[in-house]
């Protein structure tokens, strides 16, 4: 079993800045891709970021040249850097990693959600 445990949201600024976290643990042979997706009140959960083993990275166009995804694989984390926050940045964001536990499996794992509020 894989845990995703997420940190780093809480109350921005616009205009500030925010980074989140997400680390995995438990039974890991390698991670394929990672992803941050966000879920706004009586809306869908939308992809906001995605990167993959080989770093490539995919944004939405709505947080394009403000929002850096980025991973380090000796620690199985992902991060989102959020610059330039707008009030539409506010959802419950969430973590997710494709995990292999071993080199024949892969499942994919969600982190708990961590609320991200932009308001002065």
């Known amino acids: 079993q894989v845990q995703l445990v997420e940190s780093g949201g809480g109350l921005g600024q616009p205009g500030g800045s925010l980074r989140l976290s997400c680390a995995a643990s438990g039974s890991i042979f390698v991670i394929d891709g990672m992803a941050w997706y966000r879920q706004a009140p009586g809306k869908q959960r939308d992809l906001v970021a995605a990167i993959t083993s080989r770093g490539i990275t995919t944004y939405a166009d709505s947080v394009k040249g403000r929002f850096t995804i980025s991973r380090d694989n000796a620690k199985n984390t992902v991060n989102l850097q959020m610059n330039s926050l707008k009030p539409e940045d506010t959802a419950v964001y969430y973590c997710?990693?494709?995990?292999?536990?071993?080199?024949?499996?892969?499942?994919?794992?969600w982190g708990q959600g961590t609320q991200v509020t932009v308001s002065s």
């Open positions: 997710t990693m494709t995990v292999r536990p071993t080199i024949w499996e892969k499942n994919d794992y």
